[in-house]
């Protein structure tokens, strides 16, 4: 028994040690500026992404102040993805590395099948706004997520332009996800009254 452990720790060790080798031999292909400019674009294809995202949000929502908020970012946004084409295309010098025009997918939950039939059947469109802001908030702390580990990144690149262009979108996101934040009590309290509606009162409850 006790050779069988030690045989099979051995070909861990040594699964280990291929996977480690071989990822260090992939890191060595791209140059730093290569490197930077595909987290640029994987950032922008969440932007890309982000853009239609809201274009629906401002045409879907109810709540008034929402949407004006939505409007602002959405511009944002924009500035934010001409700001990533700008870097990209500096950095890479022209054609050669093209800003991307692919949409990334959005981090958004997918609840399982079981839930979301009872939810289709049982959910206001209160409740179904609601659901579309707290999709909002996670689409925004994600990207806060992005642009500080984007520029931490381009610090050690030493990639001292990109920087301060990063910082300005990091800025615009966390304002983004406060107001969301600092809001909700609000918007719960404007669509109340149409969940609460839909509330069947049970004795004793
Ligand atoms: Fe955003």
Do not use: C
Not at 7 to 29: D, H, L, P, Q
Not at 64 to 75: G, P
């Amino acid at each position: 028994m006790a050779k069988k452990r030690t045989s099979k720790a051995r070909t861990i060790t040594r699964v280990r040690k291929n996977v480690s080798t071989s990822s260090r031999r992939k890191g060595k292909r791209l140059t730093s500026t290569q490197k930077l400019i595909l987290h640029l674009n994987e950032a922008l294809s969440i932007e890309n992404a982000a853009v239609q995202r809201l274009q629906s949000r401002i045409k879907q929502t109810k709540i008034e102040n929402v949407k004006q908020r939505l409007q602002t970012h959405l511009e944002e946004t924009k500035r934010q993805q001409d700001r990533l084409k700008q870097l990209i295309s500096d950095l890479g010098n022209g054609q050669k590395n093209a800003p991307t025009k692919d949409k990334a997918q959005l981090p958004i939950p997918s609840p399982p099948k079981s839930l979301t039939d009872i939810f289709g059947r049982m959910m206001t469109s209160a409740e179904e706004e609601l659901k579309a802001v707290k999709e909002d908030a996670i689409i925004e702390n994600a990207e806060i997520i992005l642009y500080d580990m984007l520029t931490h990144l381009a610090e050690r690149m030493n990639a001292a332009d990109a920087i301060s262009i990063l910082s300005e979108s990091l800025s615009e996101e966390r304002a983004m996800a406060d107001w969301i934040k600092t809001n909700t009590p609000d918007m719960v309290a404007q669509v109340w009254p149409e969940i609460e509606d839909s509330i069947v009162m049970v004795e004793g409850e």
